[in-house]
């Protein structure tokens, strides 16, 4: 499961996307005890295969347009977008104020996006150095910052985009 922060005119657009193993009606029922403020119904949910939920999490459209599996074998790139993505495991809590400096800061950048990535769980029980993957124990959930652009003369980023910078600069802050 992942929620996505992003700016939408003078306030944020919160999404929540995730993959469940199962069926509609077994994700309903899970979310509607663990989650039930979410109020997550069958008819937000779409049951598809695993390889299509993989075309899904590389184009949310691409169901919609009918691409079939075998796109994923083109090694060009789809689409004239740039992008740039800084990530943070955070340890402990983010404080209220904290969290309401950094959603105003992604609402004044207006392009720059935030995904949480819960851990914690089973993840917690899994010691740093069991796996290549080491941002397991101890970490409450990451933090990706994220921007996309279009135009392909923007080399240097740094200067001619918002970058996720100007929002993790504020973690040290808020935590």
Not at 7 to 27: H, N, Q, R, S
Not at 45 to 59: A, F, R
Request: net charge positive.
């Amino acid at each position: 499961m992942r929620l996505l922060l992003q700016p939408e005119g003078k306030t944020l657009k919160a999404t929540i996307v995730a993959l469940f193993l199962g069926g509609a009606d077994e994700v309903v029922s899970l979310m509607g005890k663990e989650f039930p403020l979410m109020g997550l119904k069958k008819e937000n949910c779409s049951e598809v295969s695993w390889i299509e939920s993989v075309l899904w999490w590389n184009d949310p459209k691409s169901l919609e347009n009918g691409d079939k599996p075998e796109i994923l074998l083109d090694r060009k790139p789809n689409n004239g977008i740039f992008l740039k993505r800084k990530s943070d495991f955070i340890e402990k809590g983010i404080s209220k104020d904290g969290w309401e400096t950094i959603f105003k800061r992604i609402v004044e950048l207006g392009k720059t996006g935030i995904a949480f990535n819960p851990y914690g769980g089973k993840m917690d029980e899994i010691a740093p150095d069991a796996t290549p993957f080491p941002h397991r124990k101890g970490n409450m959930f990451k933090l990706q910052y994220s921007v996309n652009w279009v135009d392909p003369s923007c080399r240097n980023p740094y200067v001619s985009v918002p970058q996720p910078t100007d929002i993790r600069c504020l973690k040290e802050k808020a935590v």
